[in-house]
């Protein structure tokens, strides 16, 4: 465990948190690296470069909130950090929650994780 102090607040990082953080963007860099290092731009790229689009006549409903917690723009390294980030997060609650400390579980932990986002992508195509 490391120990770091913020004003008054004294904050502890568990092992099990920085390598499931570290995995995450690892592995997140790796399986994203091509749309992260190419951008390539579709209709919706170029037609609404600086803003969300259409959101509610087109069923994306969620697009505009969305757009609150990462960038309205089509940049795929910022966007792609803030996902990174908060799938760590999601890491991070569920190897707390579980109640886990071995790094092979942490890592199980991590590909379930990948493991729905990639099949929920998936459905929807």
């Known amino acids: ?26 592995v997140g860099l790796l399986a994203h690296a091509y749309r992260f290092f ?8 170029i037609y609404n470069f600086t803003g969300v689009g259409s959101t509610y006549t087109l069923g994306r409903w969620f697009l505009g909130y969305a757009g609150l917690i990462t960038s309205m723009f089509d ?8 996902s990174l980030f908060y799938i760590s997060i999601v ?5 707390e929650m579980f109640e886990i400390k071995n790094h092979l579980q942490s890592l199980k ?3 379930e994780v990948y493991d729905f986002y990639e099949n929920k992508r998936g459905e929807n195509k």
């Open 91 to 95: 890491v991070i609650l569920l190897t």
């Open 75 to 82: 940049l795929p390294w910022i966007n792609g950090a803030f």
């Open 38 to 45: 190419n951008f390539l731009p579709i209709w919706d790229s």
């Open 109 to 111: 932990v991590l590909k």
């Open 1 to 26: 465990m490391k120990t770091f102090t913020i004003g008054k607040k004294k904050i502890v990082l568990k092992e099990e948190w920085m390598v499931g953080f570290i995995t995450t963007w690892i």
